[in-house]
């Protein structure tokens, strides 16, 4: 009888020994689970965060694009304004000359006229006294 109890009290143990590692194995396979869900979770924030940085970073490069190219299209009307405004100037230098030129032959012109006048007046001083 010894050896029976023996045996089934062993066989029990051994049962429970099994239920118990069971138990611990079910626990831990719970508590693995729920780290690899939130593993998950976190792995799809992140690829969401992901995402969303470079749909920003799109965007960031596609106003910049924009941006350059306003500037260049700055740049160029700026050169064909300054092109447009040299040529003015240049055109409003050359009529300047050309009145400054017309004005000393006026001048010239009239500092002859002046003289004529003085010398016809002395002469007809000279003409009345006689």
Do not use: H, P
């Not at 700055?74 to 055109?91: A, G, I, T, V, W």
């Amino acid at each position: 009888m010894a050896d029976f109890s023996n045996s089934s009290e062993v066989k029990v143990d051994s049962s429970l020994d099994e239920d118990r590692q069971l138990a611990e194995a079910k626990k831990e396979l719970e508590t693995w689970k729920a780290k690899v869900e939130k593993a998950d979770d976190v792995k799809a924030r992140l690829i969401l965060e992901n995402l969303e940085e470079d749909e920003v970073k799109a965007k960031a490069k596609r106003d910049m694009c924009a941006l350059i190219d306003q500037q260049e299209q700055c740049q160029k009307d700026f050169s064909e304004s300054m092109k447009r405004m040299q040529e003015e100037n240049l055109r409003l230098q050359r009529n300047r000359q050309n009145l400054m030129e017309k004005m000393k032959k006026i001048q010239a012109e009239l500092q002859y006229k002046k003289a004529e006048s003085t010398k016809f007046k002395q002469k007809f001083k000279v003409g009345v006294n006689i």
